[in-house]
């Protein structure tokens, strides 16, 4: 019996899909990888807009934020060797993946914008190959921002060098202003030479 026109033609269709899902593992697989950090979140809810007003401030932070399937993303979770991050899908799921970016300021968008729109739930990430809990983003989204925390460090530092120095310094010019003196002292003593 022949087919009609309008049928489809799917042989091969099968394997066109499976060679589709195989590259989104790979690519997923290889973000998961190159990722120091990442953040999970539910996204049901947020309109199209509401997500794309999130990707462009999680952008500017140095992160990507994308939609997932979960299934997909178990997968290339597992290639990768993330054993912590299916426990975080459940549900809608979207990914923000921060490589070289700032972590804090990616938490601080994200839970913001959780608070902001009362829609978006933070379930938790993984911190630097470490698991964290949505509490734990929450503590990374109340820190200083990373230029702020790196002064604060480099002031934590450079204090103590600054004391040092001066402990160092103040010795050295007393001993300085001991010789000093002692030079003068000795210029006066000395008998004035007499003509002949």
């Known amino acids: 019996q022949a087919r009609p026109r309008w049928a489809l033609d799917l042989s091969g269709g099968e394997s066109v899909l499976k060679r589709d899902k195989e590259r989104i593992v790979a690519e997923l697989a290889e973000r998961l990888r190159s990722s120091d950090t990442l953040i999970v979140a539910d996204y049901r809810g947020l309109s199209m807009v509401e997500i794309d007003e999130v990707r462009t401030k999680l952008l500017a932070h140095g992160a990507r934020f994308s939609v997932v399937k979960n299934t997909l993303t178990r997968l290339a979770a597992e290639e990768a060797g993330v054993g912590a991050l299916p426990e975080l899908l ?6 923000a993946f921060v490589g070289d970016g700032d972590m804090v300021g990616v938490a601080k968008t ?15 990430g993984i911190l630097q190959g470490s698991p964290i809990d949505a509490k734990a983003v929450e503590d990374l989204a109340a820190l200083p921002p990373a230029d702020v925390l790196q ?29 000093d003196a002692r030079i003068e002292q000795l210029q006066s003593q000395e008998p004035e030479p007499q003509e002949a």
Do not use: F, M, W
């Open 90 to 95: 459940d549900g809608p799921s979207a990914i």
């Open 110 to 124: 994200l839970s913001e914008t959780a608070r902001r729109t009362k829609v978006l739930a933070v379930r938790g």
């Open 151 to 179: 002064g604060q460090v480099l002031g934590a530092i450079v204090g103590p060098l600054n004391a040092i120095a001066a402990l160092v310094n103040a010795p050295l010019q007393d001993l300085v202003g001991l010789i």
